[in-house]
Each structure stands twice: as C-alpha cells, then as structure tokens.
Nanobody
Framework: QVQLVESGGGLVQPGGSLRLSCAAS????????MGWYRQAPGKRRELVAT???????NYVDSVKGRFTISRDNAKNTVYLQMNSLRPDDTAVYYC?????????WGQGTQVTVSS
C-alpha cells in the first residue's frame, strides 16, 4: 500500500519559515520524481516545486529564491523548505510521487501565513 504522509504545516507570520516533509512508503522512492503542489481556497491546484530522481529541481516563478525542494532517498522523504513566506503562500500543500504511469498523492498539510 502506497502512502505519502505530509507534515510540518502550520500558522506562521509573514516573513517566517516552515519546512514541510513528505514520508513515502510502499514505493521504490529513489525511482520516483517527487513534487509539491498547493491549492488555495477557490483556486486550482498548482505546481510549486519538483525534484527528479537525479536531483534536478524546478520551481514555479513565485517561489524561486524563497523555497527549496530536496530529497533524502535513505529516509524515503522529500522536503520543502519555505522561507520569506507571504500571505499568498497560504494553501493546502500536497506531496506527489510520479514514476511511469504511477502517480500518487498525499492527504495535504495546511500552511497559513498571517499576522
């Protein structure tokens, strides 16, 4: 059974930082491209960042220079370090794993940026 379990969300003030984690089980983690997506109320889910199995990364323009995606294959975990958070970063953040036709999602973790 495949599971992606996100953690690390919460309430933070503008300018603050959070680190999200996504622990994967039931997959050969090192084979998968991993990603973080987010969905704000009333908006479509959007890509935030991805990391390939070769550690190539990609970011949506709005988070470049502020967010960093990384992975630890020994721990089957992908991270999203989020710095200089802004109110428009408020959303539910989802972890995604992709390999060939396999596409898995976590349950999401809420990030709220507010003073």
């Amino acid at each position: 059974q495949v599971q992606l379990v996100e953690s690390g969300g919460g309430l933070v003030q503008p300018g603050g930082s959070l680190r999200l984690s996504c622990a994967a089980s039931g997959i050969i983690f090192r084979l998968y491209a991993m990603g973080w997506y987010r969905q704000a109320p009333g908006k479509r889910r959007e890509l935030v960042a991805t990391i390939t199995r070769d550690d190539s990364t990609n970011y949506v323009d709005s988070v470049k220079g502020r967010f960093t995606i990384s992975r630890d294959n020994a721990k089957n975990t992908v991270y999203l370090q989020m710095n200089s958070l802004r109110p428009d970063d408020t959303a539910v953040y989802y972890c995604n794993a992709q390999f060939l036709r396999n596409d898995y999602w976590g349950q999401g973790t809420q990030v709220t940026v507010s003073s």
